[in-house]
């Protein structure tokens, strides 16, 4: 089974540049999460996809962060424009629920963003 | 809102001695725990998780960790680690309501670099 799969897997820009981020989530998981992750902490959830609407985007910095899974497959992230605090790792994770339970969430290698 | 301490952000430790990684979790009416895994240059991982039964859950490789719901933790633990184990390890925290149906969303605490030494 394919797992989730991300590009680019590194990106560097200049502040107040523009970026996106693709992700491909696990075949069939209707659930999928963006997870920013800044060098030392742990990832921080940006936004919860239930197939293509948004169950939860309280932690997305909407002024210049958007993301969007159109056809409740693959999803893209942008940045615009992006600041050096946005430096970091940036992981999507896909997962099943069954029931009232979610289960594991499967994580991509993730794409890290270098703002210079 | 949920929040997650790891309360080690580096631990060093010897070739077969024993490890705990410690993690606790705010209070919340269910939860489900996780322990992921980062091995350098790869991606996050499963560990093992509990969502439900024995307190007591273990992974595949030798770790074990014990839902203690009065003390809100979640200990990792492993009797005897091998040079194979140094990572990363994050423990994470998915909340339910009274009904036990999640959220979804996983809480991270901030990982504990585990090392081991021959």
């Known amino acids: 089974e394919a797992g989730v799969a991300q590009s680019p897997r590194y990106k560097i820009i200049e502040k107040r540049q523009s970026v996106a981020f693709w992700c491909n989530p696990i075949?069939?998981?209707?659930?999928l999460y963006w997870y920013q992750q800044i060098l030392g902490q742990g990832p921080k959830l940006l936004i919860q996809f239930q197939n293509n609407g948004v169950v939860d985007d309280s932690q997305l910095p909407k002024d210049r962060f958007s993301a969007e899974r159109l056809k409740g497959v693959d999803s893209t992230l942008k940045i615009q424009p992006a600041k050096l605090e946005d430096s970091a790792v940036y992981l999507c994770?896909?997962?099943?629920?069954?029931?009232?339970?979610?289960?594991?969430?499967?994580f991509g290698p993730g794409t890290r963003l270098t703002v210079l | 809102a949920q929040s997650v301490t790891q309360l080690d952000s580096q631990v060093p430790v010897f070739e077969e001695a024993p490890v705990e990684l410690r993690c606790n979790y705010s209070s919340s009416v269910s939860v489900y725990l996780f322990w992921y895994v980062q091995y350098p240059n790869q991606g996050l991982q499963l560990l093992l998780k509990y969502l439900s039964g024995s307190t007591l859950v273990e992974s595949i490789n030798g770790f074990e960790a014990e839902f203690n719901k009065s003390q809100t933790s979640f200990h990792l633990r492993k009797p005897s680690v091998h040079i194979s184990d140094t990572a990363e390890y994050f423990c994470a925290v998915s909340t339910a309501n009274a009904g036990g149906t999640s959220y979804g969303k996983l809480t991270f605490g901030q990982g504990t670099i585990l090392t081991v030494h021959p």
């Open positions: 075949s069939g998981h209707a659930t």
């Open positions: 994770a896909s997962t099943l629920r069954s029931g009232r339970v979610y289960n594991e969430q499967f």
